[in-house]
């Protein structure tokens, strides 16, 4: 049983990770790619981590707080990598694309 | 809401020598027996209850999983898809949110929420720039942030 949840957290994690990356060959501009990488990568990276933790627990009998904050710290830092990435690409005049509607941010002083 | 905890700690302590076994079973009945007089002798504490408050922050980080979550799926979705029929858009959410610890919170949260990412800080604290990944409807996604996270937020911090 415990097997079949370790598998899934592993397999599920692999292929977010798996997805995100194509989502970042795929997606038009530097904005939308950084989309794929903060949100799915994330999940990925936890979903596996998690599978290794379990892994850990019930086949060798150890408790490893490190892989758990391991997960924290991707939750914690993945998003702000990401604010800055896009606002360090924006500031420094990367286009949008093409296909872009609104841009209210235009017209602000930085 | 620290000084509750502190007091609760401490009681939990006592609560140990008293009954003179000092195992990790007795450490919770302190901790238990601790919670109730701060709840019953709650008037006279500063601030409301702090488990209330615990309460709280486990809704957020709830909230927080269930968006990660959704988000995930739905960019994925999006990876596959063969044709990207997307509007892509950046903008301005207004915040009432007033120290930085709670700004960066909530920019933390949108970047990880369905289709959007937060891109800039106003210089003022007053807004937040987000650019989104599929934007038909600007109000509608202003007011999805403002009803999700920043109540959660402003529940916590308040």
Request: cysteine-free; aromatic content about 10%; proline content about 3%.
């Amino acid at each position: 049983m415990i097997d079949i949840i370790i598998s899934l957290l592993l397999l599920l994690g692999t292929f977010f990770i798996l997805s995100g990356s194509l989502g970042i060959l795929r997606f038009p501009d530097v904005y939308t790619r950084l989309h794929a990488a903060t949100k799915a990568a994330t999940l990925g990276v936890a979903g596996v981590l998690l599978g290794s933790f379990l892994y850990l627990l019930f086949d060798q009998g150890i408790v490893s707080g490190k892989l758990l904050l391991g997960i924290v710290f991707v939750l914690i830092t993945a998003p702000i990598s990401g604010h800055m990435i896009s606002r360090a690409a924006y500031n420094s005049g990367v286009e949008l694309w093409d296909k872009t509607k609104r841009d209210h941010l235009k017209n602000e002083s930085k | 809401m620290a000084i509750q905890i502190i007091f609760n700690l401490l009681i939990a302590v006592m609560w140990m020598f008293l009954s003179e076994t000092y195992t990790v079973l007795s450490f919770f009945i302190g901790l238990f027996i601790g919670m109730g007089l701060l709840f019953f002798l709650r008037r006279f504490v500063p601030d409301i209850f702090y488990v209330v408050r615990l309460y709280r922050i486990i809704k957020l980080n709830l909230i927080f999983l269930r968006e990660l979550i959704l988000s995930s799926v739905s960019i994925v979705a999006l990876a596959y898809k063969p044709k990207l029929d997307i509007e892509p858009g950046i903008f301005a959410l207004p915040i009432e949110l007033k120290s930085s610890w709670e700004i960066a919170l909530l920019g933390n949260l949108i970047s990880l929420t369905p289709g959007t990412l937060s891109v800039a800080v106003a210089d003022d604290n007053s807004k937040i720039y987000i650019h989104a990944m599929d934007l038909p409807d600007v109000e509608a996604s202003i007011t999805e942030i403002k009803e999700t996270f920043e109540k959660a937020i402003m529940e916590v911090t308040r």
